[in-house]
């Protein structure tokens, strides 16, 4: 499985991004997808993740102002990022649990891209 993530780049404070990320290589389906960012000197933190029912979950400091979505036709996950701030500047990871009857096989990550957001 791989996942190719797309979208990133610099953006002014108050301003929006949207984030891809495509998978493809799978022989099953995906259950939970989502978007995870690491700031410089900082560990992984979760953004957003949408499981194939369509539950979603969000960090708090990005509710209300980020939105996760996928398209399963695409196998491609989405993560909108609306009124940005400059604390939201990292480098963007996506993933995706590849899962066949309720277990999760693996855990796939993206290659990452960064997220810039000017003061």
């Known amino acids: 499985v791989q996942l190719q993530a797309s979208g990133g780049g610099l953006q002014q404070a108050g301003g929006s991004l949207r984030l891809s990320c495509a998978a493809s290589g799978t022989m099953f389906s995906f259950n939970e997808m989502g978007w995870y960012r690491q700031r410089a000197g900082e560990q992984r933190e979760l953004v957003a993740t949408?499981?194939?029912?369509?539950?979603?979950r969000y960090v708090e400091s990005v509710k209300g102002r980020f939105i996760i979505s996928r398209d399963d036709s695409k196998n491609t996950v989405y993560l909108q990022m609306n009124n940005l701030e400059p604390g939201d500047t990292a480098v963007y990871y996506c993933?995706?649990?590849?899962?066949?009857?309720?277990?999760?096989?693996?855990?796939?990550w993206g290659q990452g891209t960064l997220v810039t957001v000017s003061s």
């Open positions: 993933s995706a649990d590849e899962e066949l009857g309720g277990v999760v096989l693996t855990t796939t």
């Open positions: 949408i499981t194939a029912a369509g539950h979603s």
